[in-house]
């Protein structure tokens, strides 16, 4: 680690929505070291070994959904804990070596998804166009540049110009809403704030029925909200499945400790991932409904422990 | 209270199942002194005044359902406890005075539930004889003493005999199983023994739809069953209703305790009115299945405490 | 069955509010017939063996709670159904033979429940005051009027004119809430007026943990509110219980007749008792509440139907 | 269509697992074509405008779980259904041309999710070599015959054969099991066979906390086991999702069929992907036990049918 400030690893290469995740993370840190990995499994174990103090990496993608090595990695390393998350506006657009116009485009390159989702804008290109999917945008960018003129790449204006690509057309998706979630891991749980998440991963007994509705009960039991719930196969065999869950609150919240207690029991497995501020606008009125469950909630222990303590001692004297 | 041994208040009069309740539970207690009540609130006032050491009276019977009068008494008598419980066979039969037969009976006396209970055997009676219904079994042996010769009472053979009379006619009830379950009321809380239950009495919030189903999951969710649910109305208004719950366990399991603290955060109140042994015979395999979830539950909180122990002192150096 | 007018059946002895109750039941009809029943079951017999049209009898009182009698008249005559309900509020006052003043009182007597109910009117009479129960309010006044003098009993003025007593206090109850709900029992299915409610008894495994809470479930899926639900012994065993819930909503109703087949294949048994009107004020915002919902419910039915139909015809030609 | 045989679209290119699916699905039908799709979309795109008759595409991996572009499609075409399904394990060797030594390998390429199923055996390679994540394994192997000797793909032993590269390593997967699961899409419902599921995506309000635990209860009401459930965002905002829900039986069985029905009234919007037979082997029981609980269920409405019938027409002259 280098003594000149923090290290930050991030998911590379250079010029993707990632890098600009990251550099949101340690604005205002003029000494921060920027590290970009091959690969998210990568960013973990730089973290994980100490080469790097915090990683950033993508989450969770409006179009593409989440991004399933994150999953795997922050299932796999529960020595690390999720400190912090951001949300990033994704603005796509087609961009070309400078020579390319649309009525002549021989080529659309980019990921899967942002093709998927730009297919509104794509239609009115001429039908023999073909559409090459590729890695990641980022590639899609490089190998557009490589190619030439007439070879045009979705990707987020960042890569365009990093690899000396004209933008021919802004705002293209489909839908307006795009946005990718990034989480921030390290080694320390982030401090209660009054506005936060938790997160966990949950091993459910898929051959017991109602395992699942299970756990939904054990949140709605105690009020608590969740803002995610995702399933993922366990790599096991086909048809197991574990969730990623995101409950509102901490984990030293009396009610989101409880709860977690009660999912250990009752479940399989469970990892807790992190607790860490939430990305959405603090609101003042649900901070505070949270806070008086969480006081009623010790109230409650603290009646039982009086109730236990009086009638073990019987009636005074 | 007597120097002479523990004072034993039930509910009277004399000659009634209580009193045989009542001689059960203090067998083997030569100097043990009992006193009948002329009702069951009067029971419960010579234990809280410290007249009795204990209380007998009945509180649900297999035809006439709960004791209601003793419900309530419980509800109302927060700083009492229930300490065991016993089950009594009941045995009715047809009594009268010496000189009756079955072929000339005028009228027959009785508590209406048993007049109900026994409707085989008075069907067999002829069409004109009157049904009489009293405020107790008890009630009825001494008018039929009074009235002498035709007149018939359906009373227990306690009371047949210390009234005086002759049995006509015996296991005259419309099904073989009757019983009546009795609770003693004390002032100190029964020690665990591994096999016991715990009454509360739950005060729910009606104006809230599904507050009953959330009472009845907390239960589900920590795999406790009910051995008793019964709802009484609290008196207030028509459609209040309260709840009194028999749950397999004692209050001081950390399982059973983790469900009245929910309880209590998640309904309007609750009243523990005591935890004793179960009354059913001894089963082994359940009691060591218990005996496992309860560690299981203590175990949970184990874990808990130590994630978050070493996760709020961050990682070793 | 009299040619002069329909003949109604109710729960003597005459003087008790449930002759107010039928009175008001057969209000405008002036060629109505009334009959007085010893008790209960009589009631339902005559209704069964067509001696009377319809039967009235009170089935809960606040104080009081159910009147299992009722109930168990209810579960056994499913031949019968309820046909309309009424909520009376009752006025219990002191009355004794001309002459007595209070404090000269000897004896206070009345049913069991009502001398609970105005306890703190007792504790202002002398210590030494007896209080005698007594099978019904009626019987009290008849008794009274008996023995004389410094004799008091606790009725509805009602008993109080037709057995000569003068009324000594008013309003003795300790809460002033005190109201009792009777149900008409005929033969025929009452129309459904768009403010309805729908009573059953379900009889539930209760070797099944859980069973309580599916029953619940099944209301709660189809936003069903329940307006009552009460556990009763079913008389085979201690611990055995069938339920008696008002739900909202007539049978006929998509919505209502969903949750009865759904609790018909999910519990031991059900029987429904009848639809009726609710006697609560009509509230015009939940009935079309309700309604919508009922449409709703309709219309899934409609779309399966639909989707069945397109998909098993394949697709168009 | 020609008129030679069915018609079957897959997923491309050639060499991939798909084909060995599309085959599979084939067998003996001797004039069968197929037609190989640069995409999943396009698969579906053939299907819809008549050009196929049914298309086979990947739908879950044990490594890589679910292909997300294939549930996109399914919800997208509400005109197309699922007819069937079937799994094939899945055989990954390591393939590079001729002369390659696994002590002389510069690069590997495959998908990534291969290169983290099969982290064990790349740990066994030198440490500098290169992992290249390209965008289907047949692409690693097309790109490795390109690039020549020392260049290795991860690929299925059909691609390897197909491009002419030598397998160097067998079974080189972390886990021993990984299997995929293709689907079957065409115009018509499929038959139901007595061991069938059913695949529908419910969009739920995500507003409304218990929205999730409502849609499995609609199940679990009617002991209906899910064989599958699965997350995915709906493309509209971060936090909103769709779920994937596989349930046993039919959608002609009346059980599914209502529970499809209450989740249409209860949810924001159902739609049904189609019901075709199981995978996985019949079991005789289970099926017979399924088949019960239909009847269960045709029983409880008939039982409805009839109250109301008779209810409605009164008492029988």
New interface residues.
Partial sequence: MSAGGRTTAYLGPEGTFTETAARTVTAGDKSAQLIAC??I?QVFRQVADGSADQGVIPI?N?????V??TL?ALAAHTDL?ITAEL?LAVQLVAAAPTGTTLDAVKAVYSH??PL??CSQWLSRLATDVE?V???STARAAEQVAAHGIGHVAIVNRLAAERYGLTVLADAITD?E?N?T?FVVVG???AAPTGWDKTSVVVYIDTNR??A???L???F??RDL?????????T?????E?CFFVDVEGH??DARV?DA???V???QRDIT?LGSYPRATPFDGVAAEHAKADDA??R???T??DA??NK??K??AA
């Fill in positions: 091959r690969d499994p969770e409006t179009l593409e959904g989440s399933t090595a795997d804990r949300e899967p998804v998927a989702g559409r999917s590729v890695s839908r809403t946005a979630r080694t320390e749980l029925p109602g699942l509705l299970n939904l009960e054990v709605a039991e909200n969740l803002t995610k719930i995702e399933s993922r196969p790599k096991a065999e086909l048809g499945y984990v030293l400790g977690l207690a009660a250990r029991r009752t807790i009623k909630h109230a409650a222990t009646w039982l109730w236990r009638a073990t019987g009636p």
